[in-house]
Nanobody, 130 residues
């Protein structure tokens, strides 16, 4: 049974940092792209960041570019999201997901689409107070 478990969320003030973790079990993520998405109340789930199977390729949403960093440790079957300079608009439930591919080298923007991911975690809440 595949499980993705996110952790590291919490309540912080604007300008603070958080590091989210995603632990995968029942699946070897080393041959898959990995992504982070978020969903705020009343809004659709939106893409945050994605990383290729070996970690050489990245894709970020414009809203988090230069503030967030996705990373992975394939030996530990873990994915991380370092979030710096948090803003109130970053408040959301954050989800990690396994990509259906290693990476879409010729269609990188497709890595932002939810249909490119098959397994999802339950999410971790991030609340940023202004």
């Amino acid at each position: 049974q595949v499980q993705l478990v996110e952790s590291g969320g919490g309540l912080v003030q604007a300008g603070a940092s958080l590091r989210l973790s995603c632990a995968a079990s029942g699946i070897n993520i080393s041959n898959r792209a990995m992504g982070w998405f978020r969903q705020a109340p009343g809004k659709e789930r939106e893409f945050v960041a994605a990383m290729s199977w070996r970690g050489g390729n990245f894709y970020y949403a414009d809203s988090v570019q230069a503030r967030f960093t996705i990373s992975r440790d394939n030996a530990k079957n873990m994915v991380y999201l370092q979030m710096n300079s948090l803003k109130s608009e970053d408040t959301a439930v954050y989800y990690c997901a396994t990509g259906r591919s290693k990476w879409l080298y010729d269609q990188v923007t497709e890595m932002a689409k939810t249909y490119e991911y098959d397994y999802w975690g339950q999410g971790t809440q991030v609340t940023v107070s202004s």
